[in-house]
């Protein structure tokens, strides 16, 4: 699959009979749904972590070469101790099992402690069953669904189509409210991580910021302090919250909800802090609000410089993604493609 650049149809005349009608949906006007440059992104497919697991998916491979570690990796998470360590080895034995399996079949494990030690083993970020954090980190709480898979198609097509060492920092912006503008952004950012890269998640959405809440972290102090002097740069270095369980992840949330967001975000002191923070990370992404508020938009994408556009199928109107488009062009800022997130 391609990432939707946007010019062909958001170029279309006004006159154009294959454009819908002003006002109308994509959807409702009866446009293909179906279209191989677009990644389709469907929330209501998200797997559990428990049918994941009821697949066999994980356990059938990988531990036949690295049981031992697999065992100290569950000590060390408090799942087991050297005595059960021993017994499963002995029932490993007799029945011929992976290590991981033994363990479940004598009740010793779960397949979700199985999920834990094999992505220590294997790099990738899990959160578990028992995490506090959102179950919207699909790429975390069900990193072998469908919609995971398409995380990394998207992800593979950025890393080849808009990520260098000059262009590292992308927008994430939708016409308007509710439209998978936050979710997209947390999964893609967590995406870029599990390739082990230093990623920055930076919630510049300064109205109704959702990413403390969806990774869990505490968000006393973020963005708004630092826009408005609360914070000096120079304590910028120790900012952002690392995410437990998730490695290279870095999350710069918005702290309190300020009065006065269009300013703070217009002044150059929000240029300065992603300047800065481009020195220590490869890639940073930036959620933003619904492009209602065009000023709030205008000022994030033009610093960013490149943007990502999500759509909701059935409920974000063209005609409001063509005046996004427009914004953009405005901002000068580059539009690297669309995503479709169906409920």
């Not at 002995?90 to 029945?95: F, N, S, V």
């Not at 479940?104 to 083993?121: F, H």
């Not at 063509?322 to 479709?340: D, F, N, S």
Request: proline share 5%.
């Amino acid at each position: 699959m391609k990432i939707k650049n946007l010019m062909e149809f958001l170029n279309k005349n006004p006159e154009d009979p294959q454009s819908p009608p002003e006002g109308e949906s994509r959807a409702s006007a009866g446009v293909p749904q179906q279209d191989d440059n677009i990644v389709y992104i469907e929330n209501s497919r998200l797997e559990t972590v428990s049918g994941n697991a009821s697949k066999n998916e994980i356990l059938a491979g990988g531990t036949q070469w690295v049981d031992a570690y697999m065992g100290d990796i569950l000590i060390s998470l408090g799942c087991l101790d050297q005595s059960s360590i021993n017994k499963i080895i002995d029932y490993q034995r007799e029945k011929g099992l992976y290590f991981g399996e033994a363990g479940v079949e004598l009740g010793l494990l779960t397949k979700d402690d199985i999920l834990k030690a094999l992505s220590r083993q294997f790099g990738y970020s899990y959160s578990g069953a028992d995490t506090a954090a959102s179950k919207e980190m699909v790429m975390a709480s069900a990193p072998f669904s469908e919609v995971a898979e398409e995380f990394r198609a998207i992800r593979a097509q950025l890393l080849n189509d808009w990520l260098t060492e000059e262009r590292k920092t992308l927008a994430i912006v939708s016409p308007g409210a509710q439209e998978g503008r936050s979710y997209f952004a947390a999964n893609i950012a967590l995406s870029f991580s599990q390739l082990g890269k230093a990623t920055l998640l930076i919630d510049a959405d300064l109205r109704t910021p959702r990413q403390h809440d969806i990774f869990g972290v505490a968000g006393r102090v973020g963005l708004s302090a630092l826009l408005a002097g609360r914070v000096k740069m120079e304590e910028l270095d120790n900012l952002p919250d690392n995410v437990p369980s998730f490695p290279h992840l870095s999350v710069l949330s918005c702290g309190p909800v300020p009065p006065n967001p269009t300013e703070l975000l217009s002044n150059d002191k929000f240029a300065r802090i992603v300047r800065r923070l481009e020195e220590y990370f490869d890639v940073i992404i930036v959620d933003t609000p619904a492009a209602s508020y065009k000023a709030d938009v205008l000022a994030i994408t033009s610093i960013a410089g490149n943007a990502l556009m999500v759509a909701r199928r059935g409920y974000s109107r063209l005609d409001d993604m063509k005046a996004l488009k427009k914004t953009l062009e405005k901002a000068r800022a580059l539009p690297v493609g669309a995503v479709i997130n169906q409920n």
